[in-house]
């Protein structure tokens, strides 16, 4: 794992906030998931931190609907963990070879940790959810970012997908949790 997680957050300038990722790094102290996959992986450091994580029989899939950052490369993150198996997609989930690939990654793999930091639309974070959601596994951990539910109750919908998806997802029963004290806000919850 990386050691210094906070200076390894704030030097690659990441748009995350360290009290919701301290949280989440206590909770995957517990689930210890062998499956991560995270869309909206462009600047890398949450998949670096979260995949660095991963046993050696680990998978990690990171997707993004935009090229990756120039100051790192697929072969210099893949030295950073090299027993872990893992890929970088560009084009996110609404390219269906990107989608392809992703399932061809999983097979018959179920996904232990699921991170959606997309591209934050109604329709971009729905679609993470009905491409991937069905691949976590019972008890699995999904977590949500940019999560703004007071925005969504004040009636705007541009850039809250996380919270239109959580309130979908609550009407149906899912026990949604939100990280507390977060400059950016985070949902998360285990799939029944």
Known sequence: MITDWRKHMIDKSADQCLEGTAFILSLLD???????????????????????????????????????????????????????????????????????????????????????????????????????????????LVVLHDYDPSAFKRGVRDGQGAAILCDSLAKQGYDIKSIKNTKIGTAYFYKP
Not at 51 to 68: C, K, M, Q, V
Not at 103 to 131: A, P
């Open 30 to 140: 517990t689930l210890k998931p062998k499956v991560y996959v995270e869309t909206g992986c462009a600047h890398l450091a949450t998949f670096e931190l979260y995949h660095s994580l991963l046993p050696e029989d680990g998978l990690a899939i990171g997707i993004d609907l935009r090229a990756y950052e120039p100051w790192k490369t697929y072969e210099q993150i893949a030295s950073t963990n090299k027993y872990s198996a893992f890929s970088l997609y560009s084009n996110g989930l609404q390219n269906l070879e990107t989608t392809r690939r992703t399932m061809t990654d999983l097979l018959n793999r179920s996904i232990d940790f699921l991170f959606i930091d997309g591209d934050h639309s109604e329709k971009g974070v729905q679609l993470d959810w009905n491409i991937l959601g069905p691949k976590v596994r019972s008890g699995g």
